[in-house]
T-cell receptor, first 115, second 114 residues
């Protein structure tokens, strides 16, 4: 079985300050982990993914995430928020064996960026 | 290369009517997935095709939902008859492989059942 918990449903930051979106996962197998972003009225866009290579993963638009197996976490960070980062973010886990191909989504975190 | 496309982008129907959603995956992607997000809840898996075969349909809510992928290219998801609780956004995704392979999502179809 696999599951994802996004610890914050809403996060608000000021432009230029750091962003931290938290995600914890559970998986019976070696998971693949993803972060997707959805801007209003747009589809889901892949930000980054972890697939058992380097534990620090760099994505698009300055985002990165660190896989910590001991903490079962995959938090998303960005050093300096931009107004265009305002969107909803989803942490996703996918795995092999019985869950092969099936992605499990967190509930989403809405990021607000204040000027 | 074109991404995953979905049609229509929005659909408003009355309870009891039938609606068919279409998804065109990225060319060459054997794996096609349907997900949906009902209002205020998480995005949930519905089913997974490998080419024209249903690999996993454990997420299909009930027998009012029928998904097909004839010929292993585009897929349709039919809801018949539609109920109020079917309202939400239906996403389609495709990937070339399983597990670690990235799933590329379409823009979604927003279904409203009145």
């Amino acid at each position: 079985a696999q599951s994802v918990t996004q610890l914050d449903s809403h996060v608000s930051v000021s432009e230029g300050t750091p962003v931290l979106l938290r995600c914890n996962y559970s998986s019976s197998y070696s998971p693949s982990l993803f972060w997707y972003v959805q801007h209003p009225n747009k589809g889901l866009q892949l930000l980054l993914k972890y697939t058992s290579a380097a534990t620090l993963v760099k994505g698009i638009n300055g985002f990165e995430a660190e896989f910590k197996k001991s903490e079962t976490s995959f938090h998303l960070t960005k050093p300096s928020a931009h107004m265009s980062d305002a969107a909803e973010y989803f942490c996703v886990v996918s795995g092999y064996n019985t869950n092969a191909g099936k992605s499990t989504f967190g509930d989403g975190t809405t990021l607000t960026v204040k000027p | 290369e074109a991404g995953v496309t979905q049609f229509p982008s929005h659909s408003v129907i009355e309870k009891g009517q039938t609606v068919t959603l279409r998804c065109d995956p990225i060319s060459g992607h054997d794996n096609l997935y349907w997900y949906r997000r009902v209002m205020g809840k998480e995005i949930k898996f519905l089913l997974h095709f490998v080419k024209e075969s249903k690999q996993d349909e454990s997420g299909m809510p009930n027998n009012r939902f029928l998904a097909e992928r004839t010929g292993g290219t585009y897929s349709t998801l039919k809801v018949q008859p539609a109920e109020l609780e079917d309202s939400g956004v239906y996403f389609c995704a495709s990937s070339s492989g399983l597990g670690t392979d990235t799933q590329y999502f379409g823009p979604g179809t927003r279904l409203t059942v009145l």
